[in-house]
């Protein structure tokens, strides 16, 4: 890529990347571990998490034990409408989204679903999260099994009589429809682009808060996407 292709690049992941005015970051917080615990067998499992803004979603998830894949993308809508592009206008019925493959054995559904509200989502807002505003930012629960399904139902209903927040809890659980993979230059966005002015305001905190909340699952290195 030669130097005005590369400032061209940079340009429009700047105007067209997740993006929003400046306000205050939520503040990690430590859920609760779940009194329903996962009950999965032996194999490697998939699970869909929305939580606004993709890159922060997987940018966790990429450091946690146990996860083997993490691939942003888009939940539900159709097939023609899953670009980037289309999606931010708000006129799809798609979600940012990450599709994840885990090791039961190493990290159970309930204790990423604990990650997932200690560190990447606020599940008190309503169709946003940190600057994102939009229904394509709205925080969901895509369970791919019965299982997953029960745990996620219980989870939720112990966090709203948990007293953590303020607010009532509005992260819905959805049934899957279709996952589509998002652009390429989207993956492992976060350990491409460390330095990334949203990167460093929103997602490396949530990083940091995983390693000082749960330094058993923590894992330094960033699992890139082998796709």
């Known amino acids: 890529m030669n130097r005005i292709a590369a400032l061209l690049l940079a340009g429009s992941l700047a105007l067209s990347a997740c993006a929003g005015p400046a306000i205050a970051a939520e503040e990690p917080v430590n859920a609760p571990a779940a ?61 940012e989204a990450v599709k994840i493959t885990y090791d039961p054995a190493v990290v159970r559904y309930d204790e990423l679903l604990r990650i997932f509200f200690s560190v990447v989502a606020d599940p008190t807002l309503k169709n946003r999260q940190g600057p994102d505003v939009g229904a394509h930012y709205r925080s969901a629960l895509v369970p791919m099994n019965k299982e997953q399904a029960a745990v996620a139902r219980a989870y939720l209903a112990q966090l709203g009589k948990a007293g953590l927040w303020s607010k009532p809890i509005v992260t819905r659980i959805e049934p899957y429809k279709a996952f589509y993979p998002a652009e390429g230059y989207h993956q492992d966005f976060m350990a491409k682009n460390p330095r990334h002015g949203y990167i460093m305001r929103w997602d490396a905190p949530k990083v940091a808060a995983l390693k000082a909340f749960y330094p058993d699952h923590y894992r330094a290195a960033f699992l890139r996407d082998a796709r």
């Open 35 to 95: 009194t329903r615990t996962a009950k999965e067998t032996k194999g490697l499992r998939t699970a869909i998490f929305a939580g606004g803004c993709f890159w922060g979603v997987e940018g966790v998830f990429s450091h946690v034990k146990g996860v083997k894949s993490a691939v942003a993308g888009f939940h539900g809508g159709n097939a023609a409408s899953a670009k980037y592009d289309i999606i931010i206008t708000g006129v799809t019925n798609h979600a």
